[in-house]
C-alpha cells in the first residue's frame, strides 16, 4: 500500500518561499508521473504542477515561474519549491500521481499573509 506523506508547509508573508516535500513509499515511485494539488478553504482540489518520469514539467499558469517541480527518484521524493508567495496561494498541499492516484496523504498547510 503506497503513503505518501507531504511535508514543508507553514505560514509566510507575501513575497516569501517555501519548500515542499513529498515522501512516497511502498511503490515504485521512478516511474509514475507526480503531481502537486492544493485545495483551499470551501474549494476543489486543483492540480498545480506536474513531472514526468523522465523530468518534465508543466505547472498551472498562476504558478508559472514561481513554483518549480523536482523529484529524487533515488530517494522517492517529489519538491515544491514555491517562491514569491502570494494570498491566494493559501491552501493545503498534496502530492499524487497523475493518473490512478493513490490514497491522499493527510497534505501540508500554506498561508501566505498579505
Known amino acids: 500500500q503506497v503513503q505518501l506523506v507531504e511535508s514543508g508547509g507553514g505560514l509566510v508573508q507575501a513575497g516569501g518561499s517555501l519548500r515542499l516535500s513529498c515522501a512516497a513509499s511502498?511503490?515504485?515511485?521512478?516511474?509514475?508521473?507526480m503531481a502537486w494539488y492544493r485545495q483551499a478553504p470551501g474549494k476543489s482540489r486543483e492540480w498545480v504542477a506536474t513531472?514526468?518520469?523522465?523530468?518534465?514539467?508543466n505547472y498551472k499558469d498562476s504558478v508559472k515561474g514561481r513554483f518549480t517541480i523536482s523529484r529524487d527518484n533515488a530517494k522517492n521524493m517529489v519538491y515544491l519549491q514555491m517562491n514569491s508567495l502570494k494570498p491566494e496561494d493559501t491552501s493545503v498541499y498534496y502530492c499524487?500521481?497523475?493518473?490512478?492516484?493513490?490514497?491522499w496523504g493527510q497534505g501540508t498547510q500554506v498561508t501566505v499573509s498579505s
Open positions: 499524487n500521481r497523475v493518473f490512478n492516484q493513490w490514497s
Open positions: 513531472i514526468l518520469s523522465g523530468g518534465s514539467t
Open positions: 511502498g511503490t515504485i515511485f521512478r516511474i509514475n508521473a
